[in-house]
């Protein structure tokens, strides 16, 4: 079936350019993942894991395996662009899928303006002549250009930066193990990924639930399915390879670091305000040198290679909810030549940009975004799980039982746990905007135009 006649099922003509195969679908959600992620919020899930650092993230691993399986599965039924809000629209209906990209949006608008903010204040604190506001102008114009350029020149600088991320972490681990070896910080244990003393399932999961946020991403790869040259089951076997491969990477150096961790106890009392407890890591490893080198690669990553990917997924959920008339139309305008949406790029710079410079005045301005995202990111994950069995389950009578009802099942349970054990200040904030988005839906039914999407009647493959 030709690009026209596979989006014309649902209501929608192919403006995307399809250019991207497998490997540009997996370095994508690699890049978005950042394979050193743990490096910038280290402190925060070793303080919150009681020291299980490494389990935080094995426990997130598996939740994120199920809900990427939902992921797949939606991809499947629906190959167009959107994310959460196309899965749940036309999954269960219109009004819940308009609910959920509605908090997807909160994970997805806010990522940019922290990474870019984590960026500014790590790339500060190595040349502090240069201030965070300017860190954050620099960042936000420089992805802004590469995305306008074309979602080819996007792909392109997302192989160069992930093969500079892995040969930082490569020498990070060896150095590490190294210093293990003979003898400097604690030696060798199983404390990070369990210890007795400490271990308790609510702590567990209250730590996953800072530390999926490194894992946040992998998702993004679906609001490029109008871009993807292969099948539709390219963007679940790419979101299942990118978590797995991402979640070996993070619990190994997550697990070297927490030995190598000056005082993992004043750590786990007192916190990292600082945001160096990675970085002091890596100089009880190789010296001052590592130090610099993880910092400023943490910067990088989170500033340049991260934003560059979060700005692009954003960019295209918005542009897929303006087609269908649920955001203002001009977000849905296509570049003539570039075949990107130019508005909705330019629309998430400005926002990211202000947010990121308004953030930056607060001195719990990172805290407050991460939590934030982790929120949104969870509450509409767990509307994809129960998509997955309205869709196939309950509509289409599927006997595929363990993908199609056991899975997803499990993935709600996991994540449910993890939003119960979040922090209030973020399941506050996070309700607040689910009541944001109610009254917006309230008034758009009252008002005669209940949100719908184009071709709702369209059938899976």
């Not at 250019?19 to 910038?40: C, E, K, Q, W």
């Not at 993230?57 to 662009?81: D, E, R």
């Not at 002549?129 to 074309?150: D, E, Q, S």
């Not at 991403?217 to 390219?234: H, K, M, V, W, Y």
């Amino acid at each position: 079936m030709g690009d026209e006649g596979e989006l014309g099922r649902y209501g929608y003509k192919q403006e995307l350019r399809r250019s991207l195969g497998f490997r540009d679908l997996l370095i994508y959600g690699l890049v978005f993942m950042v394979p050193i992620a743990p490096f910038g919020i280290f402190g925060s899930v070793f303080q919150g894991s009681g020291g299980m650092i490494a389990l935080a993230y094995a426990v997130g691993m598996v939740a994120m395996l199920f809900t990427a399986n939902s992921y797949a599965q939606m991809a499947k039924a629906f190959p167009v662009a959107g994310s959460v809000y196309t899965y749940a629209g036309r999954g269960i209906a219109a009004p819940v899928g308009f609910l959920s990209g509605w908090m997807i949006l909160l994970d997805y608008v806010l990522v940019p303006s922290l990474l870019y903010l984590i960026a500014g204040i790590a790339m500060n604190s190595l040349l502090p002549g240069i201030p965070v506001w300017l860190w954050l102008i620099a960042f936000v114009a420089l992805n802004t250009a590469v995305n306008y350029l074309g979602i080819e020149m996007t792909a392109r600088v997302n192989r160069v930066t992930l093969v500079a991320q892995l040969i930082i972490l490569a020498v990070f681990i060896a150095i590490g193990v190294v210093a293990l070896a003979q003898g400097k910080g604690h030696g060798f244990s199983f404390s990070p990924i369990f210890d007795s003393h400490t271990f308790a399932w609510p702590l567990v999961f209250g730590a996953v639930s800072i530390a999926v946020l490194s894992f946040l991403g992998f998702d993004g790869i679906s609001t490029l399915a109008e871009e993807n040259r292969d099948s539709a089951r390219a963007i679940g076997r790419s979101m299942v390879a990118a978590l797995l491969v991402t979640g070996v990477l993070f619990i190994v150096q997550t697990w070297v670091a927490a030995l190598l961790v000056p005082d993992p106890q004043g750590l786990i009392a007192n916190g990292d305000a600082a945001g160096t407890s990675f970085y002091d890591a890596a100089r009880v490893a190789g010296g001052g040198w590592l130090a610099t080198l993880t910092a400023a690669a943490t910067a990088v990553s989170w500033g340049f290679a991260n934003s560059l990917v979060a700005q692009a997924a954003t960019s295209r959920l918005l542009y897929a909810m303006a087609r269908d008339r649920q955001l203002p139309g001009f977000l849905a305008k296509i570049h003539p030549t570039r075949r990107v949406p130019v508005n909705a790029t330019l629309l998430v710079a400005g926002v990211s940009l202000a947010l990121g410079l308004c953030m930056s005045s607060r001195d719990d301005g990172v805290t407050l975004l991460s939590t934030l995202v982790n929120f949104g990111a969870m509450t509409a994950f767990l509307v994809l799980h129960v998509s997955v069995v309205v869709h196939y389950v309950v509509r289409h009578r599927s006997k595929d039982w363990w993908r199609h009802l056991v899975a997803p099942v499990i993935g709600f349970v996991i994540l449910g746990y993890v939003v119960i054990n979040a922090k209030v200040a973020a399941q506050t904030m996070g309700f607040v905007w689910l009541g944001i988005g109610a009254v917006i839906l309230a008034g758009l039914l009252l008002t005669g135009r209940r949100p719908e999407l184009a071709g709702i009647g369209g059938e899976d493959k």
